[in-house]
Structure formats: structure tokens, C-alpha cells
């Protein structure tokens, strides 16, 4: 009997110890989460310093991150978002759903300088159209050449991704008033626009197009990962634009100390290690043991990068461009 109450005990002490232990809630996009993304690694580490639960919810992909926190709006369960880039800053401010950090970021690696109250960086990279060399001998090396192929490709939708969105402002940042027209010349090599940047790249994979819009650490992926360096990235004459993707705490947060917390530990070498590896984008402080072979082969181009004050106007002009291009 005494063994069967001091069971009961403990059961009920174990139970409280467990209801005390705060939840730090992090939306982010899909592929972050996964079995080979840094979601599990980076859980690991955090829990072992928070005291806490921290519970990462796949929200598909970076785009969608944003349209699902306006859709919940101070109703949100999200304590911090996590895979937004600078395409989306300013949308995301004017909800008036996140907080300022008050986080001075120290030894940050970004080919730009950073200077946002709200939004820290966390990793970044360049956007480009991957090819398979075993399929693709010949890739071309600008948007004239690709214009001029017969090179069949599959991007991303930008109302739902931030590579496809990455897309749409490269073009934009190239052609400016003219993107419409290059939209329209391009639009039967299109095989297919997906929803998110794992469907696309996984159809690629499946050998159903020449390129997929990707980045150009994608390969460093297959030849660090796989042993294959069978891939490669399309370099283009005319530059590339450049993703620095973001996090910031949400302003309704209950958990503010603890969201505090995380992302000061996102700026850390523990969790900026993880990343190369897991989600193949270049980090944002680089690691005192530097980079991973296989990561420099791209790390240096013309970075295009419209400035996240101009995006919200150049966006919704390009947007209304593509959909007029790719409807006819």
C-alpha cells in the first residue's frame, strides 16, 4: 500500500515538474523541420540550455509562413517565426504582429550590412537553376541563354514560396520594366509551378525537368551528403539575387523571455554550425571552423538585392506581371 501511494507521489511530482516546463512555440517552413532539416538537432540543443519544451510547427513553405500568421493574427499560437527573408520584411511589419529584439547581432558574415530592429538573420544564400550534368551538358550561363534554349524548367509559386517570390524580384531586378515580356517568353518552358520548394525540387530529382529553381548550395548537398557531384548550378551572367532569411520574436507572445532566448541562441555558434548541413544555406556568423568543402565553389557572385524598403511596391508589380504572363 505504502509503495502503491509513494508511486502515486511521484507520479503526480513528475506530472507538475512537467506542466511547469515553459513551451516555446517556432513556426517555420516545412523543409527546416524535417528528418535531414536542422529542426531536430537544433530542438536538441536549445532544450538542453531553456529548461523548456521547444515545439517547431512546419507551416509550409516561407511565404506561407506569413499568409498563416495573418490569417491567425493576436490569435496565434507562434511565440516566433522562423524562414521569412527580406522579400517579406516589410509586409510582415505592417501586420503589426511582431516585436523588436533588442539584440545588437555581433560577427555576422552577410555579403550586406544588417540593421533591422525587428527581423535577425540567420542564414542566407544565393537563388539559381539547378541542373543534373548527366542530363544537362550544356546549361546556360545568363536569362538570354535560358530565353534562347529550349532548357524546360519548374519554379516555385511566389504567393505561396520565398524562392518563387526570390524568382520574380531577380527577374525584376534584371529586366525591370520589360520583366513582363521576358515572363511571357519563358512561360512554355515552365513544365509546372509548385507550392513550395520540396515538391519542385523533389520532381527535379525524378528527372521531369532540365532545371529547378534552387540555390546555388544545392549541389554541396548531393556531393557532401550523397558523394554526388553530378549537380550544379546554373551561373548567370547578369547576377544573382540574394535570400537572407529571418526570424523575429511575435509581439503577442507570453513567452517573451524565453523567445528572447532563442533567438540569441540562434546567433550562436552551436546553432549556426547546424546549418550548412542541414539546411545547405551559408550561415550567418560563420562557424570558428569555417565551412564545409563543396561550399565555395558559389559563394562568390554579382549579388542582386532589391532593398527591403522597395520590395513590397516592386512586389506587387511584378506579381500582377506574372500572373498576367503565365494566364495567356
Known amino acids: 500500500m505504502k509503495r502503491s501511494l509513494l508511486t502515486a507521489a511521484l507520479v503526480t511530482l513528475c506530472g507538475a515538474a512537467w506542466a511547469e516546463a515553459p513551451t516555446l512555440t517556432v ?28 515545439v517547431f510547427v512546419g507551416a509550409g513553405d516561407g511565404a506561407a509562413l506569413l499568409a498563416r500568421m495573418k490569417l491567425e493574427g493576436a490569435r496565434t499560437k507562434a511565440d516566433v517565426v522562423l524562414g521569412l527573408d527580406t522579400s517579406l520584411i516589410e509586409n510582415a511589419k505592417a501586420t503589426g504582429l511582431f516585436a523588436e529584439h533588442g539584440i545588437q547581432p555581433s560577427g555576422l558574415s552577410l555579403p550586406v550590412t544588417w540593421d533591422d530592429s525587428v527581423f535577425l538573420p540567420y542564414d542566407w544564400g544565393y537563388f539559381s537553376f539547378v541542373y543534373d550534368k548527366t542530363r544537362l551538358s550544356d546549361a546556360p550561363d545568363s536569362f538570354a541563354a535560358l530565353l534562347e534554349s529550349d532548357v524546360n524548367i519548374i519554379i516555385q509559386d511566389p504567393r505561396s514560396s520565398t524562392p518563387g517570390l526570390g524568382l520574380l524580384l531577380w527577374v525584376k531586378a534584371v529586366y525591370g520594366s520589360d520583366a513582363q515580356t521576358v515572363w511571357e517568353a519563358l512561360s512554355p518552358q515552365i513544365i509546372t509551378v509548385t507550392k513550395g520548394w520540396s515538391e519542385a525540387y523533389g520532381m527535379f530529382l525524378e528527372g521531369e525537368s532540365d532545371m529547378v529553381l534552387s540555390y546555388t548550395t544545392s549541389p554541396a548537398y548531393h556531393l ?23 526570424a523575429a520574436k511575435v509581439a503577442g ?63 506587387k508589380e511584378a506579381l500582377a506581371e506574372w500572373l498576367s504572363a503565365l494566364s495567356r
Not at 557532401?224 to 529571418?246: L, R, S
Open 253 to 315: 507572445t507570453d513567452q517573451e523571455v524565453l523567445a528572447d532566448a532563442f533567438l540569441e541562441f540562434m546567433l550562436s555558434e552551436t546553432f549556426q554550425a547546424i546549418l550548412p548541413t542541414t539546411n545547405w544555406m551559408y550561415p550567418a556568423v560563420t562557424p570558428s571552423g569555417g565551412l564545409p568543402d563543396g561550399f565555395d565553389t558559389y559563394s562568390t557572385q554579382h549579388a542582386l538585392l532589391i532593398p527591403a524598403a522597395n520590395v513590397e511596391a516592386v512586389r
Open 224 to 246: 557532401i551528403a550523397e558523394g554526388d557531384d553530378t549537380k550544379a548550378a546554373a551561373i548567370f551572367d547578369e547576377g544573382h539575387y540574394m535570400q537572407i532569411e529571418v
Open 27 to 54: 513556426y517555420t517552413y516545412d523543409s527546416f523541420v524535417s528528418d535531414w532539416g536542422p529542426g531536430p538537432a537544433i530542438e536538441a540543443a536549445f532544450e538542453e540550455s531553456c529548461d523548456c519544451d521547444l
